[in-house]
T-cell receptor, first 114, second 113 residues
Framework: DTEVTQTPKHLVMGMTNKKSLKCEQH?????MYWYKQKAKKPPELMFV???????INESVPSRFSPECPNSSLLNLHLHALQPEDSALYLC?????????????FGEGSRLTVL | RKEVEQDPGPFNVPEGATVAFNCTYS??????FFWYRQDCRKEPKLLMS?????NEDGRFTAQLNRASQYISLLIRDSKLSDSATYLC??????????????WGLGTSLAVNP
């Protein structure tokens, strides 16, 4: 059982919709991540939060907007997405940013944009 | 040259076989190394960290060769449940800030009855 929980597991949205993905961890980790993964590709880093502050934005389009309300929660707000944004969105956490490669992933939110 | 390279496979092996995967990395300043496992339509999970002295966990052995800049994963006595994609991950950059994880494309393993 994963200790990082993501909701929803599946999401279908139109290009004009606004939706949010949610992630929660209770391991006391101070770094949280959003990754995007397309089929047969490795995860691709989008954002890193360290101690609740945005640390890395990998030049992600502004239609993706991350938010870290507290040390346990991470959201990804979606607006005006394109069909090519359809992918598995993975949340992960680690004890601190950058110290190791030991990430704990949630099961992901599978997004389809119509 | 890609920063982290893996043979995508697929590797098809019978149950009980021994199989080995290699992963090469281009940045000689790479600090730490990992193997993750990802089952179909599931999230990646850390399988093993790879230490300079090599390490073993049951049927799995990981080794690092800094001179040749590659890491390896050996799976002995393969089980059907070992079927998955194995992702090589390298942590590059200097100590403290600016470390970055680079993911290989993954090696697909299918263990057949």
């Amino acid at each position: 059982d994963t200790e990082v929980t993501q909701t929803p597991k599946h999401l279908v949205m139109g290009m004009t919709n606004k939706k949010s993905l949610k992630c929660e961890q209770h391991m006391g980790h101070r770094a949280m991540y959003w990754y995007k993964q397309k089929a047969k590709k490795p995860p691709e880093l989008m954002f890193v939060y360290s101690y609740e502050k945005l640390s890395i934005n990998e030049s992600v389009p502004s239609r993706f907007s991350p938010e870290c309300p507290n040390s346990s929660l991470l959201n990804l707000h979606l607006h005006a997405l394109q069909p090519e944004d359809s992918a598995l969105y993975l949340c992960a956490s680690s004890q601190v940013e950058g110290s190791t490669g030991e990430l704990f992933f949630g099961e992901g939110s599978r997004l389809t944009v119509l | 040259r890609k920063e982290v390279e893996q043979d995508p496979g697929p590797f098809n092996v019978p149950e009980g076989a021994t199989v080995a995967f290699n992963c090469t990395y281009s940045n000689s300043a790479s600090q730490s190394f990992f193997w993750y496992r990802q089952d179909c339509r599931k999230e990646p999970k850390l399988l093993m960290s790879v230490y300079s002295s090599g390490n073993e966990d049951g049927r799995f052995t990981a080794q690092l060769n800094r001179a040749s800049q590659y890491i390896s994963l050996l799976i002995r006595d393969s089980k059907l449940s070992d079927s998955a994609t194995y992702l090589c991950v390298v942590n590059i950059g200097d100590a403290g800030n600016n470390r970055k994880l680079i993911w290989g494309l993954g090696t697909s393993l299918a263990v057949n009855p």
